[in-house]
């Protein structure tokens, strides 16, 4: 299996435009996960899916982030209008079970916002 | 789910056994101490578990005090490829938010 893929790997982008991230799981895996990772604030958790049903969104910062599952092998994460301040390396993982210990991270997409 | 604490840095020589502490003085009896790292520039991997028992894989051994309100992970021969952060999280096994704290930073010196 080649693991969960993301894509791109790099996505620089001006201020204001609109920017999707998209993120392929591990086939037969149950649940995705959206995280973001920065400096100042680590890891933190942005929204997860259970068979292509967003669960929880708390962790979405505000109404420019939506993500969207509309299959079992494919979710993207969009930014509409990005801002410098949404720079960071966002990562995709996928479990088959609801048990952490299964969590398949992605290589990540790193995002600057100019 | 149980907050965790660790140093923010530790070196280790290598070849040595490097030991990560974590305390977690409010886990409840039925959350797990799972533990992950990340390399420099990748996603965070899956290290190893347990509840109460101490355990062993390929990878590491994790070591949980009898209360339970600590733990240490070991790494018996650390190489340079294991310079990392370290991340020990309590969470119920069937729990579906995996949390990072701060985690640990392991600099494994030639």
């Known amino acids: 299996d080649a693991g969960v893929i993301q894509s791109p790997r790099h996505e620089v982008t001006e201020m204001g435009q609109e920017v999707t991230l998209r993120c392929k799981p591990i086939?037969?895996?149950?649940?995705l996960f959206w995280y973001r990772q920065t400096m100042m604030r680590g890891l933190e958790l942005l929204i997860y899916f259970n068979n292509n049903v967003p669960i929880d969104d708390s962790g979405m910062p505000e109404d420019r982030f939506s993500a969207k599952m509309p299959n079992a092998s494919f979710s993207t994460l969009k930014i509409q209008p990005s801002e410098p301040r949404d720079s960071a390396v966002y990562f995709c993982?996928?479990?088959?079970?609801?048990?952490?210990?299964?969590?398949?991270f992605g290589s990540g997409t790193r995002l600057t916002v100019v | 789910d149980a907050k965790t604490t660790q140093p923010p840095s530790m070196d280790c020589a290598e070849g040595r056994a490097a030991n990560l502490p974590c305390n977690h003085s409010t886990i409840s009896g039925n959350e797990y101490v799972y533990w992950y790292r990340q390399i420099h520039s990748q996603g965070p991997q899956y290290i190893i578990h347990?509840?109460?028992n101490n355990e062993t894989n390929e990878m590491a051994s994790l070591i949980i005090t009898e209360d339970r309100k600590s733990s240490t992970l070991i790494l018996p021969h650390a190489t340079l490829r294991d310079t990392a952060v370290y991340y020990c999280?309590?969470?119920?096994?069937?729990?579906?938010?995996?949390?990072f704290g701060a985690g640990t930073i392991l600099r494994v010196k030639s």
């Open positions: 347990g509840l109460k």
């Open positions: 993982a996928s479990t088959l079970s609801k048990g952490v210990w299964g969590y398949t």
């Open positions: 999280i309590v969470i119920m096994e069937y729990g579906n938010k995996l949390v």
């Open positions: 086939s037969g895996h149950d649940y």
